[in-house]
């Protein structure tokens, strides 16, 4: 994040993890091949279908593990599924605080053994809070540097 060259959200840093919520509300926006915008509410994720991964750590090289933790939401594929119609071949997922990853379908459709890509809004059967991440991205088999559980997503990008 020190350089001089424009922030990219998908190449983030590795270390320092931003302790600090970019702002108070847990919406965010996605975009879609086809269609506007959309602004999606906590409560509209809440209505899908709900998924839970038992198992998951955050694991950062440099500053330690925490977990095992119980995260619930609905899995990522099942998201785009809920909101695209046609094709699509990448998800972009990305915080308001300017960090993020870039997932293959291929990855979604089939999940490694440790399990699926979640946006999650609970942990341990509790709601999870803003400054814990709500929402956060969690994929349960990311072993280094925490790079995909992403925080405080503001923005989903499906990509056809
Ligand atoms: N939005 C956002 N998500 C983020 C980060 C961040 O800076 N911003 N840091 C990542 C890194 S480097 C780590 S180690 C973990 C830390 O997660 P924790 O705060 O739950 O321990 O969050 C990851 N997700
Ligand atoms: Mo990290």
């Known amino acids: 994040m020190s350089d001089e060259h424009e922030h990219d959200p998908l190449q983030p840093h590795s270390h320092d993890p931003n302790p600090e919520p970019p702002g108070e509300d847990a ?3 996605l975009t879609r091949p086809e269609g506007a915008p959309l602004t999606i509410t906590v409560a509209q994720l809440q209505a899908l279908p709900g998924a839970a991964v038992r198992e998951c750590y955050i694991v ?3 500053h330690g593990t925490s977990g095992p933790f119980t995260f619930g939401g609905v899995t990522l594929y099942e998201f785009v599924q809920s909101y695209v119609a046609g094709a699509w071949s990448q998800v972009e997922v990305i915080s308001g605080d300017g960090f993020g990853t870039r997932v293959d ?4 459709l089939l999940p490694g053994p440790a399990g699926p890509l979640l946006l999650a809004h609970t942990i341990d059967g509790r709601p999870l809070t803003r400054a814990e991440g709500l929402v956060r991205l969690i994929d349960p088999g990311e072993r280094d540097d925490a790079l995909r559980q992403v925080k405080w997503i503001g923005r989903i990008n499906i990509l056809p």
């Not at 379908?105 to 979604?108: K, P, S």
């Open 27 to 29: 919406a965010f926006v």
């Open 60 to 62: 950062s090289t440099g």
């Open 105 to 108: 379908r291929a990855e979604l």
